[in-house]
């Protein structure tokens, strides 16, 4: 029985019909096929292109060479040198410690490099490099070169390393670079898009790993990072560079020429020898920083790559706080040191002339408080010049209750005291300038807000709320001798352009001017001439070749700054040393702050570190070091003292 | 000696079919420049191995041409059965790789049974109807469904999409020039429509679904199973109406497109020579389909009509799949471009087919 199927000649027709079909149908789908081809490759072929240039095409970020940081000798205090690192990028790895622990049979890896390595990784992202281990030796680059198709995502790179040659040698002016840390990036990535504007063209920390993160280092970032360079490269789908199509060179961080004398700040630093304490020596003339020593001092080479963990925990427990920048941030009461800024108020207010005296015996009477001299029994018959001579105490009490409190600190805010002096590096404190405002705004109590007058009294000598730093009394100090000139204190002389060689000497002309008389600031030179003539600076200064100028003072730890140092070792009870001077008198050249903490007198133990500065600097005379201390002054001690407590009915 | 030699040679070049052999050689040729061009840069050159595959597929079609339809009909049920007790053999002892079992190992050599399915499948099927021309009835097209299903889903379990489609195809395009009404077909296409949903959630792997999600919307997976159809989309776009010529693919050379000289291959054939290639490579595609389409229309009898049939048409959704695929109109599957890719497998396979259309061509008298 013959059907539909099975009938030959309909089931061939059928056939060929469907075959036809087939035959007209097959063209019709390899034409759709065709359109979306041209679509492809026709219509759209612009956009597929571009997306396959920028598969091809990568730009690579060459970072710039940092400046070098040399004193104003040309002597190199950082710079850069070139060594291999063994880099990992975890994000092509498949297993991150099965490819570290073959890497160490080949280089070695120490437990340090790995905890390192960790460490980093948790701050970066994970596409980028990683030093493993750094400063590889030929040999063991030639090793993991032979093995090197074994690790896909490690390679050896020739990264730059910052070095400072001198080691701890003014370690707190100059910083230290260390790896980038978010809140930078950040940081960078704002300033830098104002700066685009002004530039006019991309800059980009692309690339850069390391920042400034204390000291010029990070002042003058920009300064030293340099201009990222690029290069076009060809890359495969692995993200490898197959060849360099085009390059834009990096332009090389400038180099900064400091006004720091090395010499002089490696002879300041050794007086010191284990004393914790600092100094800042100016140049009255123009505010340039001469030397500026905080003890002790910290290498800032642990720091470049990745400070390890037992050098980290060292610093930060050391008691003497090695990290601690003394001379900007550091702030003490300037005891005694305090009294030619006060007689130069009086002078400047009129509130005294030089030769107004007044009877000292030995005490100073306010309400039913007794504020007692150091001389027992007073010091006689006082005018102004013996009053800065003999550190009179009464004297100056009775001048802070004749001026008032409202009046000091206009005067003392004008020297610059209670703010920052804007020196080029950064972590300056502000200091305290004690007044009714600043108490108010310093203590949430209101019993606490209150000022009293007899708080004024101790103000007088240096002591009570007043806290400055070193550099804040050598400005103050360069701004009396500069005749009321007030130069910003500085680090940095000039900025020099590594490629063109061109200088570029940055301005040093007065920011402001205070009004002081010429034959008042004569008089105060003069009467600080003294105090090193026949005064508490006499004996540290005896047969100077040069005349000099200077003040003692002794800042007690038992009052507010102190109280930390409370039932530590007895050495820690010991009063802070102070001394500030000038030289020569004439026309000074040098101004410096000296404290030593602990030091006990001002006259001890902070004048002769001065005296060996000055002999250094203006006659260049080789020091001991450290410097010895002297014995106490026949004046007696410089010792500041307030009883309020146990004054006399 | 030499006369019979003579005599032999030319007996065996009259079983060669001239405009198929021209368009598979010229195939070969652009696919033997393709697959330099894919494999130079890695520094790995497989033109040597792939010359040999041509010459063994080659000997083998031309083998194949000398077998008459008549013969190869023997065939028909033994590979079928051998290659259902494969497949059984794969589903219950076979080897994994890279989570799908297509292998079996038989001592020293690794067969993939589901590659037999493809050439068994439609010489089973154009066998049975030929058996039963004189009767056939709608319940032959149920018994030869249920010989096309059987393989197709061992096939599917392995799991490999490519192959149960190439190997359905085949069983399909046999069913379909043996006369299936279109009523039924329409009807099962309503049917398969109704059970999509259910396909998709139950019967697909979680691969297979990402495949046809990944089609609809590459941008969704840019690095993961995206990444394929984006990287050769960009090949094929950036290759432009003339290309980037040849050996200068950067999208290749680059390696960024995967499997560049075995499935996506259309990818570096397309950067490299431009639409302009394209259009010859779907004219040669044509030419072949179309031949071996004549050659199903004038074959003198019901099983080399439906085996030539099919095959041709094997071929065009060979070709059509696999550059749908690559240039991101149809899902990826595992589909090679018959004689560009590289690999001598598919490349047997193929020519076995062309083999047996040249057979069909040549032995007209029964």
Redesign the interface.
């Known amino acids: ?6 009938h ?1 000649d309909q ?1 061939l027709q ?3 019909h ?3 079909l ?2 007209v149908g ?2 019709l ?2 034409l759709l ?2 359109a ?3 679509y ?3 219509t ?2 612009e ?3 571009t ?3 920028s ?2 095409i990568s730009l690579v970020p060459v970072v710039p060479n940092r400046g070098n940081i040399e004193d104003k000798n040309g002597v190199i205090l950082a710079r850069n040198y070139s060594a291999y690192t063994l880099e990992v990028t975890p994000a092509r790895l498949q297993n991150l410690d099965e490819t570290i622990a073959q890497l160490a049979e080949i280089i070695p890896i120490e437990a340090k490099d790995i905890k390192r390595f960790k460490r980093l990784r948790e701050e970066s992202k994970n596409f980028e490099s990683i030093p493993l281990r750094t400063r590889l030796s030929d040999e063991e680059v030639a090793r993991f070169a032979a093995h090197r198709y074994r690790f896909p995502g490690v390679e050896v790179k020739a990264r730059l390393f910052r070095q400072y040659p001198e080691g701890t040698l003014a370690a707190h002016a100059i910083g230290y670079i260390s790896r980038i840390n978010q809140e930078e990036q950040q940081w960078v990535d704002e300033a830098l898009a104002e700066q685009e504007k002004e530039a006019g063209r991309n800059l980009t920390y692309k690339g850069t790993t390391l920042i400034g993160k204390i000291g010029l280092e990070k002042n003058y970032e920009f300064e030293l990072h340099g201009i990222t360079g690029y290069e076009q490269v ?5 993200g490898q560079a ?1 060849r360099v199509l085009s390059r834009s060179a990096p332009i090389p961080g400038n180099n900064l020429i400091l006004t720091l004398d090395s010499q002089l700040q490696k002879m300041a630093e050794a007086t010191f020898g284990n004393r914790r304490g600092s100094l800042v020596a100016l140049d009255p003339r123009n505010g340039a920083v001469l030397a500026l020593v905080a003890s002790p001092a910290f290498d800032p080479n642990l720091f470049v790559d990745g400070i390890r963990f037992d050098d980290w925990d060292a610093l930060n427990n050391n008691p003497d706080k090695p990290m601690l920048n003394r001379a900007i941030y550091s702030a003490y009461p300037p005891g005694s040191t305090f009294k030619p800024l006060m007689a130069m108020a009086a002078l400047s207010t009129g509130k005294r002339t030089p030769q107004q005296t007044i009877a000292d015996p030995g005490y100073f009477n306010f309400g039913n408080h007794r504020f007692m001299d150091d001389k027992a029994g007073g010091h006689g018959i006082v005018d102004m010049r013996k009053s800065i001579v003999a550190s009179c105490n009464t004297y100056y009490y009775h001048l802070a209750n004749d001026m008032g409190i409202d009046s000091i600190a206009r005067f003392m805010g004008g020297l610059g005291l209670g703010k920052r002096t804007e020196i080029d590096i950064p972590g300056e404190s502000t200091g305290v300038l004690p007044s009714p405002e600043w108490k108010a705004a310093r203590f949430k109590k209101r019993e606490q807000q209150k000022w009293f007058a007899g708080e004024t009294i101790s103000v007088g000598i240096g002591q009570s709320y007043n806290a400055y730093t070193p550099l804040q009394m050598a400005h103050a100090l360069a701004n009396i001798l500069n005749y009321g000139r007030v130069f910003r204190p500085h680090l940095v002389a000039a900025i020099k352009n590594p490629g063109t060689g061109e200088v570029r000497t940055l301005e040093t002309q007065p920011v402001r001017e205070i009004p002081l008389q010429r034959e008042h600031v004569d008089f105060i030179k003069a009467a600080m001439a003294g105090v090193n003539k026949e005064g508490t600076g006499a004996r540290a200064f005896a047969g100077a070749a040069y005349e000099s100028g200077g003040k003692t003072g002794t800042a007690q730890v038992y009052s507010l700054k102190g109280q930390r140092y409370a039932g530590r070792a007895k050495e820690k009870l010991r009063d802070h040393s102070w001394f500030i001077a000038f030289a020569p008198v004439d026309e000074p050249r040098i101004v410096v702050a000296v404290m030593v903490e602990n030091g006990g007198f001002g006259a001890t133990s902070a004048a002769p570190i001065a005296r060996q500065v000055f002999d250094y600097y203006l006659l260049n005379k080789e020091a001991h070091s450290p410097a010895p201390e002297v014995d106490a002054p026949e004046d007696g001690p410089d010792h500041d003292h307030e009883e309020a407590e146990d004054a006399a009915p | 000696m030499m006369s019979r030699l003579k005599y032999w040679l030319r007996q065996m070049v009259a079983h060669l079919d001239l405009p198929l052999l021209l368009v598979v050689a010229l195939l070969m040729g652009m696919g033997l420049i393709t697959v330099y061009s894919a494999t130079a840069s890695t520094g790995l050159s497989r033109l040597d191995n792939q010359i040999v595959n041509m010459l063994a597929a080659f000997a083998l079609m031309v083998a194949v041409s000398q077998v008459s339809p008549r013969q190869l009909m023997r065939f028909a049920v033994p590979l079928y059965l051998v290659g259902i007790l494969l497949l059984v053999g794969v589903f219950l002892f076979g080897v994994s790789v890279n989570g799908s079992r297509r292998w079996l190992s038989l001592g020293l050599v690794r067969i993939q049974p589901s590659e037999i399915m493809k050439i068994a499948m439609p010489l089973m099927l154009a066998w049975f109807f030929h058996k039963h ?6 319940k ?1 097209f149920a018994i030869a469904a249920l010989l096309l299903a059987l393989p197709i889903l061992l096939i599917l379990k392995q799991p490999d999409l490519g192959t149960s489609l190439l190997v359905g195809a085949a069983g399909f395009f046999v069913i ?4 299936l009404p279109w009523k039924i077909m329409l009807g099962m296409s309503v049917a398969a429509g109704a059970a999509l949903p259910f396909v998709w959630s139950m019967a697909l792997h979680d691969y297979q679904r990402r495949r046809v999600l990944t089609l609809l919307d590459p941008t969704s997976d840019p690095l993961g199973a995206g990444y394929h159809i984006i ?1 050769s ?9 003339f290309g980037k010529g040849w050996l200068n693919g ?2 290749t050379h ?3 497109i995967p499997e560049k000289h075995t499935d996506f291959i259309f990818a570096v054939f ?1 950067e490299e020579w ?2 302009m290639g ?2 010859v490579l ?1 004219l040669l ?2 030419l072949l ?2 031949r071996g ?2 050659i ?2 004038s074959a003198p009898t ?1 099983f080399s ?1 439906l085996l030539a ?1 099919a095959i ?2 094997v071929l ?1 959704i060979y ?2 799949v696999n ?2 695929m690559v ?3 149809l899902p990826v599957v595992g589909v090679p471009l018959p004689f560009i890719s590289y690999g001598g497998t598919a490349l047997v396979t193929l020519m076995l087919g062309v083999g047996m259309l040249m057979a069909i061509k040549t032995h007209r008298k029964l």
């Not at chain 1, 029985?1 to 099975?6: A, G, K, L, T």
């Not at chain 2, 379909?176 to 006369?179: D, L, R, S």
């Open positions: 029985m013959q059907n539909e199927f099975s030959p089931a059928k056939f060929r469907r075959v036809r087939a035959i097959v063209p789908f390899f096929l065709f979306n081809l041209y492809l490759q026709v759209q072929k956009y597929y292109a997306r396959a240039e598969n091809r060809e890359v495969d789908a692995g197959v | 021309e004189s009767e056939l009835k709608l032959h379909f020039f043996a006369g990287q989309t960009i090949a094929i776009g950036s290759g432009g109406p950067t999208q680059l390696e960024f397309s431009g639409l394209n259009a779907l595609f044509t389909v179309t389409l004549f199903a229309a019901l009509r049939g041709s048409l065009f070709a059509f550059m749908g240039s991101g109109i």
